[in-house]
């Protein structure tokens, strides 16, 4: 799945090269900005290309960001009644990554997510309010065994037909806020911040 | 007495910001001595995001190896900074993907395991910000780039007892202009940068 995957863009980023060596206009993109292209039904989480980003201030001397990767999930919509969508996504505490290994390794464990007791962290959603080609999605996440409710702001970021495999995609963004110690993770509170804002880049292809 | 009408005009005003004035590192670039300064590789770090075929963002990360910053806050524009970053050692959200990057695909790291930025120009700005002008050579292709940088914070750390800064700065690039241009534009050739960057004074 995931090797098809990496040919799908070659073989696609070839059928677009060749296409922008004759045409006047740049290539399209598979994916644009255009919520008619947005078809109904249900999408599974797209786990190669599905990220939250993290961020802390650390001792107040500078940011520091990492990343989950590896989730699964699906999203439900109908675009004639976007409010009556649903989304949920289960994200592996195993594919958390910064760019200090050590780090990695403190994250993982008993101070922090304790991976290998709560190996997943969880978001469904509730509700969903719809504005234009924004959403606020509310629901509830747990982490590290604990549930609370989140609120997302989210936006939609592209939806189109996937090339070489033919199936629909979509893309959203969605950001919010947590305080980690409301999740049993206030470890170096204040000195590392307690509030983390995270940005999700979401994309789902069609089942 | 100052510092009692700080504090109390500080309970006043919200938690956070209370909490922000016991920080270490405080945005007064003041704070900061004259002299050269380490890279902290453990907290320096660039996050890169592209397009995903109109879908979506993408990001991964690179961390610091080294490097270092000579700065004199009475004469900001005479900095110098310059980063290395281990290549082979890239940070992404698929195993398979990270194969990909470190591959001749992409940044060959075998070939070339380090990525080096080194300033040229500081333009201070306003706010604490500066511009910062300077070449970065991946796979050995030198390209200039500028920053736009703002200081993050200052101080005195408690956990390695030495003065501490950091500032957090963004740019852009092109990858097709080091090389590694493969899959653009289904994957966008423009490629977004933050960057984190720690200071340690030596």
Known sequence: MRALRVCRVVAASFTLSGAAATAQAPPALPGTMDVARVTGGTYAVDSGHTQIVFTVNHLGFNSYWGMFGGATGTLTLDPAKPGTASVEITVPMSGITTTSPELNAHLAGADFFDAAKFPAASFKSTAVKVSGTSATITGNLTLKGVTRPVTFDAKFTGAGKVPMIETQAIGFEATTSIRRSDFGMGYGVPMVSDVVPLRITAAFEKK | ?202
Request: overall charge positive.
């Open chain 2, 1 to 202: 007495m100052r510092r009692a009408f700080i504090a109390l005009s500080l309970t006043l005003a919200a938690a956070p910001a209370l909490v922000m004035a016991q920080m270490p590192g405080q945005a007064n670039p003041k704070l900061i001595t004259a002299g050269t300064y380490e890279v902290d590789p453990a907290h320096t770090q660039v996050t890169w995001q592209v397009n995903h075929m109109g879908f979506s963002m993408l990001q991964g990360q690179f961390g610091a190896s080294g490097g270092s910053i000579t700065i004199d806050p009475a004469k900001p524009a005479a900095s110098k900074v310059e980063v290395t970053f281990a290549m082979d050692k890239l940070s992404v959200t698929s195993e398979q993907f990270a194969n990909h990057l470190k591959g001749k695909d992409f940044f060959d790291v075998a070939t070339f395991p380090t990525a080096k930025f080194v300033s040229t120009s500081v333009k201070p700005g306003a706010n604490n910000t500066a511009t910062i002008m300077g070449n970065l050579t991946i796979k050995d292709i030198t390209k200039p780039v500028t920053l736009q940088a703002r200081l993050v914070g200052a101080g005195a750390n408690p956990m390695n007892k030495q003065m501490n800064f950091g500032f957090h700065a963004t740019g852009k690039v092109k990858r097709s202009d080091f090389g590694a241009g493969m899959a653009a534009p289904v994957v966008s050739d423009d490629v977004d940068l933050v960057i984190n960057a720690a200071f340690v004074k030596k």
